[in-house]
Structures are given as structure tokens and as C-alpha cells.
């Protein structure tokens, strides 16, 4: 408080009475009438000198003037620090801001003051939680480690931590969290929070000052192991308690020996190499030169010592060398008679002809053998052998397998009965029926695409688009039989066939064309045309040469094909005056209409192929091999020159046309019609 001099109520009572005598400089009668006496202020206290709030939060501060009855009441507010508290006119303090300020109120008569500090806070954030920067740590003696304690929530009021060690013998702590290791040992730093005993540990090890490694030695320098086999290698160190043990394992030749990071050496091919052990602490190496040694074979077997099959059929033989973990597992295969049997350098066999033959399997590491006696026979008749081609067509092989018959048109049904034997020698497969339309534009379109040149496109059917140079696309009707095509078209389509399955047969051995250009057989012929000339000239479209050992697709001889059409058990066979399969000679419409597609049944156009609910096969299950298309036979007739043989009749024909015993349908090699067909054979 402070108290206002006495002089000033004097000072103040002597001017007015001098004001009064001067009169301003002019007399008056007037009497003067002094002003009436004035309190003056002696003081001023305030109803706190100091007090505490909350951010925001609001105080009145009271002031008292005294004497009370003071004639200026009057009184100015004043903060010494507005940015953390402020004060109205009327004395209200508000909190702003956390920190200390001091409210003065001063009264307008006399100066006199009283203060007030304030003091701002906020509201304290409780510790939820403390977490240490590592949960162990390990530290070598006389080494420090600072760790770091985390609060949370980060904004708690009171951020204090108080650091303890279990055994201060092992290391001890600051009140910052400094580690000071002093014994070998281990001890627990405890961080606990001033703020509701909150804490968090690390266990520390002190370990003694480390030994450095002056020097490593293998357990041997050089070493010998067999192809396959495993050694492990071992390390000294010195000194022996070095506190570094790793070591890093290397190989100068891992290709012929390989190590583990545990030292474990693995001979993997003959040769040598050096093994280097290196220690982490000093880089110190010692060597290790290792031979790896071939393992020498002692003998081979093979999975079976014999075996049969049918002609076309094939087999996987396996070797297995012995010892298991031999070096070398290189193997040779032979076929004693590679006519009969032949062997790929995998020990796959393809049974050629029929007879027998022995593979050998040879060691390459010391010539050691095994065989396997393979006896090969002719597939029983009408044995099925299927091809599947890429998009998913496919197409039937039936095995013919020859014999004697008799031939031309009579009634006789076995050789020697007194008409012209004739004997087919040699087995075969034949089409289960005439070439369809989709087989034979798929053949086609890969053919042209691929250096083929065809005098005809073909047909779907007997009326179908016919669409040069590449054919119409397939339509509902692809599995009737394509015509319209000459025996030129035939017989290089056969060779396209072949090329075709060689370029999408997958792992089977490709197959040999039939006809060529030349007569050391390098070029398939290819090329055809549409003129009218027959030519002559060996090697000409006309007349190929013929590649007789060749297995490709071809067109059947005549005889062949009559072989099919008339087989029945090999001793009795189909009479000539008979369609195929037929019960009964031509003159029995019924018995031919089951077997045949023809001028009776077929309402003047083709069928599909294989209609099994209207159509029965023969013995062999070929179907249509009277009637639905005539069929190119490969040979020249025998009494009209440049005319090649046509078998079998067609939707036109009548009955009589359909017999198996007629041979003398004739057509120049370019002539192309509606009822023009073919179908393909193989030598087995």
C-alpha cells in the first residue's frame, strides 16, 4: 500500500484562496464562496496479492481506496505481461497463456498501487506408459551406453524418470540414463517414471574387454573325396578364447567342390579346388586343397530283359548304372537289326517289321552291358492306331495285314479256287475311312503355306464352294469326304500329310514321304498342276519316284486296296461280285444298302463319313469302302496307258459299280469330279 503526503490537501486549499484574493484583476463586491473541502487518496489494497489459474480460466480482482470515503475513487488495471494474462478496466483477469504475470491497479489521485501475481498453468497429463530404446544390450567393462527413455503420451505434465540398476556392481546409471559397465555380469536398468511409478528394463551384459584373434589353422591342408560324398573342416583359433569365432567359408572351384558356411565340403564333379577359411576378426586364412574323385561304374541293368511288340508300337527302355552316385551315367544304345527294331539315344524303341532284334544298353565308363530281346509282330487285323493333329482333328488307322485272295469279279471266296491269286506280302495301315473335307482343308491350308502348290482346292461333300487357291473354310458338312480332286492332288496331299504330322508329332520319330522329285529321295515333290499332258519323265508330278522303305502316308495300291475291301479272316474272303462287308452279292439291295452309299440310298449326294446308324464297316472296320466317294488307287491301269485306277464307286453308281472285285475304273492322273476321293494307307 502506499499512503498520499499531507502538503498536497495544503497545496490545493492556498490556490484556491489565491484565486480568490486576485479577483482575476478586477474588483468586486461580491462576497467569494470557497470550494467546498476535497478527501484526498491514501491508499489502495487489492482483495489478493497473488493467485494460481488455469489456462482460460477468469479471477475479479477487488481494489480498495482509502480512505473509503476518498473523493477520487477512480483506478487504472495494468498486466506486466499481457501474452499471459490480461486484465479488464474493472479488474477481471483472464488466463492466456502458461507462464507468470503481475496485475498492478494504481488510483488516479495520489499514484497510489497494489499488485497481484498470477500464476497460469494448464490441466497435467498423467504418464500412461514408458518404453526404453532397447530391451538388452550388451557392453564391454569400462564402456558407457546412453539409453533413452520415451514417455507417453509425449505431452505428459511431468516428463521426470528416475533410473535405477539392479546390481550396481555390474554396471551402474545416471539420472540421465548413462550405462557405466564396471564387472563382468549381468544387471538390470530400470527406468520408472516420476509421474505414476511407470517403468520399463533392459538387461545388460557386461562382457570382459575382447581377445583379438592372432591366427587360424585347418584341421588338414589337402584332402580327397569322391564325386557325390561330404567332409567337414574344421578351425583352431588363436588364442582359443578369442572373442570373434566366425569364420567365412570360400571355394576357388565351386562347380567341383563346394563348402557350407559350417565348413562342410561336397565333391560335385571331378576336378580340384582350394577351400579358404578366413576369420572375421583380422582376416586371418588357412587353405585346404581338394581333390574330388570320379565314382567309377560297376555295372548297368535294364528294366526288363524282353519284351514283344506289334509293328508300329513303341516301348521306353530304362538304364540304371550302377553305383547309383556313379560319375559318369552316360550310356550308348544298339539295335542288332535296326530294320526291325530301332532305338533312340534315350533308350526309346519303335518296332519297325516284324522279327526281332536285341538292344544293348553300353556303359560309356567301362563298357559295361545289358540287353533286351525284342520280338515284334504284326498288329492283329483291324487293330486301331489314331492320330490327333493340332486344332483337335483327328483321324483312325485300321491294320491290314496282307495275304492271298482271289480277284476280279466272281463268286470265288478263297485263294486257289480257280480264279487270279493275288498276294499282298507285306502288312499295312489304312484309313478307317475317305479323307474328310476338315482333315483334308487342314492338310491343305498348312501345305500351301508352306511351299505346296495344288492343281485343286477340293470340295466339302459333292456340292460344296470350291474356292482357289486355298479351299472354302469348313463348314456343318466337314465330315464328308472332300472330292473334286485329281490323283495329282492325291498323291502330293499324302506327302503334305506327312510333313504336317513330322512338324506337330511332339516326341515320335518323324515319318519319310513317299514321293519324290529325285532318285536319291532329298525332295518330297510338291508341286503339281492342272494341265491335261501326262508326263512321264521320272520324278515328274506324274511319275515320282517311290520310296519304298519310306512309312510316310500314301496312296494304297489297287491290290491293297482290294485286299481291305475283301478281307474277312486271311483264309476265306469277301466274293468280287460283293460290295465291302456285304452279306450278299450287288443284286441284294438290302444287303448292299447296309454296307454301301449309293444311287439306292443316297438321294444324289455324299454322306458323312463313319455313319455308324446307317452305314456298317467291313471285318477290318473300314468304312466306305464301297460307295460315298471312288477312291485314287496309286497305279496305272494295266491296259489303258496314262489312266490311273479308281476303287470302290460312289453316291452315284449303281449296285454293280460297288463290287470289290472291279479294278477297271479308270481316270487320266489332272481328271477331278464330284465322286473323286481318296484314301491313305502306311507300310507297317
Avoid at 483477469?93 to 501475481?117: E, K, N
Avoid at 533410473?163 to 557405466?180: E, F, H, I, L, Q
Avoid at 500351301?448 to 466339302?460: D, L, Q, R, S
Amino acid at each position: 500500500m502506499k499512503t498520499t503526503p499531507a502538503f498536497t490537501k495544503i497545496a490545493l486549499m492556498l490556490m484556491v484562496l489565491f484565486v480568490a484574493m486576485c479577483g482575476g484583476g478586477e474588483s468586486s463586491n461580491e462576497a467569494v464562496i470557497p470550494p467546498p473541502d476535497d478527501t484526498p487518496v491514501t491508499g489502495i489494497t487489492l482483495n489478493t496479492n497473488s493467485t494460481s489459474l488455469l489456462v482460460s480460466a477468469e479471477q475479479q480482482l477487488t481494489a480498495t481506496v482509502s480512505p473509503v470515503d476518498a473523493t477520487n475513487q477512480k483506478i487504472s488495471w495494468v498486466s506486466s505481461d499481457a501474452s499471459k494474462v490480461t486484465v479488464s478496466s474493472s479488474g477481471l483477469i483472464t488466463a492466456a497463456a502458461v507462464g507468470t504475470a503481475v496485475i498492478i491497479a494504481s488510483t488516479s489521485d495520489g499514484g497510489f498501487v497494489a499488485t497481484c501475481t498470477v500464476t497460469v498453468s494448464t490441466v497435467p497429463v498423467a504418464v500412461s506408459g514408458v518404453s526404453l530404446n532397447k530391451s538388452s544390450t550388451s557392453i564391454v567393462i569400462g564402456a558407457c551406453e546412453q539409453l533413452t527413455a520415451s514417455i507417453t503420451p509425449v505431452d505428459a505434465t511431468n516428463q521426470n524418470i528416475i533410473w535405477t540398476s539392479t546390481d550396481v556392481t555390474r554396471a551402474t546409471v545416471t539420472s540421465g540414463g548413462m550405462v557405466t559397465a564396471k564387472a563382468v555380469g549381468v544387471t538390470v536398468i530400470l527406468a520408472e517414471s516420476e509421474d505414476g511409478a511407470i517403468s520399463d528394463m533392459c538387461t545388460v551384459t557386461v562382457s570382459p574387454l575382447p581377445v583379438s584373434v592372432t591366427g587360424i589353422s585347418l584341421n588338414k591342408s589337402s584332402t580327397s573325396i569322391y564325386v557325390g560324398s561330404t567332409e567337414q573342416l574344421t578351425v583352431a583359433l588363436d588364442p582359443p578364447d578369442s572373442t570373434n569365432q566366425n569364420i567365412t567359408w570360400a571355394s576357388s572351384n565351386a562347380s567341383k567342390v563346394d563348402v557350407s558356411s559350417g565348413g562342410l565340403v561336397t565333391a560335385k564333379g571331378v576336378g580340384t579346388a582350394v577351400i579358404i577359411a578366413a576369420s572375421a576378426d583380422g582376416g586371418f586364412i588357412d587353405t585346404c586343397n581338394v581333390t574330388a574323385l570320379p565314382v567309377a561304374v560297376t555295372g548297368v541293368e535294364l528294366n526288363k530283359s524282353s519284351t514283344s511288340l506289334t509293328i508300329g508300337s513303341t516301348e521306353q527302355l530304362v538304364a540304371t548304372v550302377a553305383p547309383a552316385n556313379a560319375t559318369n551315367q552316360n550310356v550308348n544304345w544298339s539295335s542288332s537289326n535296326t530294320a526291325k527294331v530301332t532305338v533312340s539315344t534315350t533308350g526309346f524303341i519303335i518296332a519297325k517289321e516284324a522279327g526281332s532284334s536285341v538292344i544293348t544298353v553300353t556303359t560309356t565308363d567301362g563298357g559295361f552291358t545289358a540287353t533286351c530281346a525284342v520280338t515284334v509282330t504284326l498288329p492283329p487285323p483291324g487293330t486301331n492306331l489314331s492320330y490327333l493333329l493340332p486344332g483337335g482333328i483327328s483321324f483312325n488307322m485300321k491294320s491290314v495285314p496282307g495275304g492271298t485272295f482271289p480277284t476280279g469279279t466272281g463268286t470265288h471266296t478263297t485263294a486257289g479256287s480257280g480264279a487270279v491269286d493275288v498276294t499282298v506280302s507285306t502288312s499295312y495301315w489304312m484309313a478307317e475311312t475317305e479323307v474328310t473335307y476338315e482333315l483334308w482343308y487342314a492338310v491343305h491350308s498348312w501345305a500351301i503355306a508352306n511351299g505346296y502348290t495344288f492343281a485343286n482346292p477340293g470340295i466339302e461333300g459333292h456340292d460344296g464352294a470350291s474356292v482357289s487357291p486355298g479351299g472354302a473354310p469348313p463348314t456343318a458338312a466337314s465330315q464328308e469326304p472332300v472330292t473334286t480332286i485329281s490323283w495329282r492332288d492325291s498323291m502330293i496331299w499324302c506327302n503334305a500329310l506327312t510333313e504336317y504330322y513330322n512338324a506337330n508329332n511332339g516326341a515320335s520319330l518323324d515319318l519319310d514321304c513317299v514321293y519324290y522329285t529325285d532318285a536319291a529321295y532329298n525332295n518330297p515333290i510338291r508341286v503339281v498342276d492342272s494341265l491335261g499332258t501326262v508326263f512321264t519323265t521320272p520324278g515328274s508330278e506324274d511319275n515320282p519316284y517311290v520310296k519304298s522303305s519310306a512309312k510316310g502316308f500314301r496312296l494304297p495300291g489297287s491290290m491293297e486296296w482290294e485286299c481291305a475291301a475283301r478281307y474277312k479272316d486271311g483264309t476265306n474272303w469277301t466274293a468280287g461280285n460283293f460290295a465291302s462287308g456285304a452279306t450278299a452279292d450287288w443284286q441284294n439291295a438290302a444287303a448292299t444298302s447296309l454296307v454301301a452309299w449309293y444311287s439306292v440310298n443316297s438321294g444324289s449326294h455324299t454322306n458323312i463319313v463313319k455313319d455308324v446308324a446307317n452305314i456298317n464297316a467291313n471285318v477290318l472296320g473300314l468304312y466306305d469302302m464301297s460307295g460315298n466317294a471312288e477312291e485314287w488307287c496309286f497305279d496305272w491301269h494295266p491296259v489303258y496307258p496314262g489312266l490311273r485306277i479308281m476303287r470302290g464307286g460312289s453316291w452315284a453308281v449303281t449296285a454293280d459299280g460297288l463290287m470289290v472285285g472291279n479294278a477297271d475304273r479308270r481316270v487320266p492322273p489332272d481328271g477331278k469330279y464330284s465322286t473323286f476321293s481318296l484314301r491313305i494307307v502306311r507300310t507297317q
